[in-house]
């Protein structure tokens, strides 16, 4: 349904179902007047709050998928509208919908926007999520970018990854939180060739599982170690604790359907705030673990 103004010096209206929900912009880039505003555009974040904001937002847009609020397929609302209406950075936005996306709640399409996954559409294979891990046991958790760069890795890791020595690839260096304190120290590494454009900017505002996924790339395998280890300063330091504190030592590789190897993760976890638990019945063995 389109309305034109009587007025024919006047600018068209265009009022399509299209853009009465999104409130985007419309032909020839004019822009269009919202006949509703949407729902989470009404929400408000709390700066007296212990929660980061981008969790608040998490657990916001996680409320409305989960009480049918927004549909699947719906298209959320665009960066600059939620920090207008939310009165926060685009960096935070970002932040909390590369969260959402890690968990799979939704998907970002290149020029379209963002919208609300089909879990029954997730792609088949392993997916890790720390968000998702953290957030199940009721806690928050969070990332702080150490480092990024591009390297060429040592011998040994090249033989874990079975990639030729000289080859680049991403190294990026993360702390991850629980509750606003530091649990892990994870270091990854992956082929600068299977996605040669990132930059620090995405790995901090973006799920790079995500953005793998997008050209190709998916997780379908994967392999993992834990060892028991003592921490040196710098490791000690990072992780708020003292140098000579038993650590896990977590060692991940992750392949491809047709298995290639695409990432190798090595992490040190405390283990005085975690513990590994094995349950082991007729139909096989699970593991989980559980942060004090």
Avoid at 73 to 83: A, Q
Avoid at 130 to 136: H, N, P
Wanted: overall charge neutral; some cysteine.
């Amino acid at each position: 349904m389109a309305a034109v103004l009587p007025d024919r010096g006047a600018a068209q209206l265009l009022c399509s179902t299209d853009y009465l929900c999104a409130g985007r912009t419309g032909p020839r880039g004019k822009d269009v007047v919202a006949m509703a505003q949407h729902h989470i555009l009404d929400s408000k974040l709390s700066l007296d709050s212990d929660i980061p904001l981008y969790t608040q937002l998490v657990g916001i847009i996680k409320h409305h998928i989960s009480s049918g609020a927004l549909q699947i397929g719906e298209l959320l609302p665009s960066e600059s509208e939620l920090c207008r209406a939310l009165d926060i950075s685009r960096n935070t936005v970002r932040q909390a919908i590369g969260e959402l996306e890690d968990e799979g709640l939704v998907v970002r399409k290149r020029g379209k926007g963002t919208f609300v996954a089909d879990p029954n559409t997730n792609h088949r294979g392993v997916r890790y999520s720390f968000t998702t891990e953290v957030s199940s046991m009721g806690k928050f958790p969070s990332s702080t970018l150490v480092d990024f760069g591009v390297v060429r890795p040592d011998a040994a890791i090249c033989k874990k990854m079975g990639l030729q020595e000289g080859t680049s690839v991403y190294c990026f260096t993360r702390v991850r939180n629980v509750d606003g304190k530091p649990l892990i120290l994870e270091t990854s590494y992956y082929p600068q060739y299977i996605y040669p454009n990132l930059t620090r900017d995405m790995v901090q505002t973006h799920s790079f599982y995500s953005l793998l996924y997008h050209v190709g790339i998916t997780p379908f395998s994967a392999e993992e170690s834990y060892e028991a280890v003592v921490l040196d300063g710098p490791q000690a330091q990072l992780l708020g604790t003292k140098e000579g504190a038993c650590a896990f030592y977590h060692q991940r590789r992750t392949r491809t359907e047709d298995g290639r190897i695409y990432e190798y993760t090595r992490s040190y976890i405390r283990s005085d705030r975690v513990k590994l638990n094995v349950h082991m019945q007729k139909s096989g063995v699970t593991f989980a673990r559980s942060i004090d």
